[in-house]
Nanobody, 122 residues
Framework: QVQLVESGGGLVQAGGSLRLSCAASGRTFSSHTMGWFRQGPGKEREFVAAIRWSGGSTSYADPVKGRFTISRDNAKNMVYLQMNSLKPEDTAVYYC???????????????WGQGTQVTVSS
């Protein structure tokens, strides 16, 4: 069992930066792939980034490559998403998820946080 709580969202101007955090509880956290997803108004939830349990392998959606960085600290049970050069189209609710497999498909994520709102103004 894994419980997830996101934080760090807010309102930022285009070109700015935010760092999202995801606090995880549960002794199996270090064995899960952790992912960030987002859901904009009227849109489906979409993959943003993922990091494998060891932290050595990451993947990113094309729209965020070169701007976002995912990282994790297994000792602290934390996952982070550093978001730079933010654009208005990055506006969404951002969710942290945990999966027992390495995947970008939300259907394979067993646990989700409640989400944190990110709003980027133009």
């Amino acid at each position: 069992q894994v419980q997830l709580v996101e934080s760090g969202g807010g309102l930022v101007q285009a070109g700015g930066s935010l760092r999202l955090s995801c606090a995880a509880s549960g002794r199996t956290f270090s064995s899960h792939t952790m992912g960030w997803f987002r859901q904009g108004p009227g849109k489906e939830r979409e993959f943003v980034a993922a990091i494998r349990w060891s932290g050595g392998s990451t993947s990113y959606a094309d729209p965020v490559k070169g701007r976002f960085t995912i990282s994790r600290d297994n000792a602290k049970n934390m996952v982070y998403l550093q978001m730079n050069s933010l654009k208005p189209e990055d506006t969404a609710v951002y969710y942290c998820g945990a999966s027992r497999v390495s995947t970008s498909s939300s259907r394979w994520y067993d646990y989700w946080g409640q989400g944190t709102q990110v709003t980027v103004s133009s």
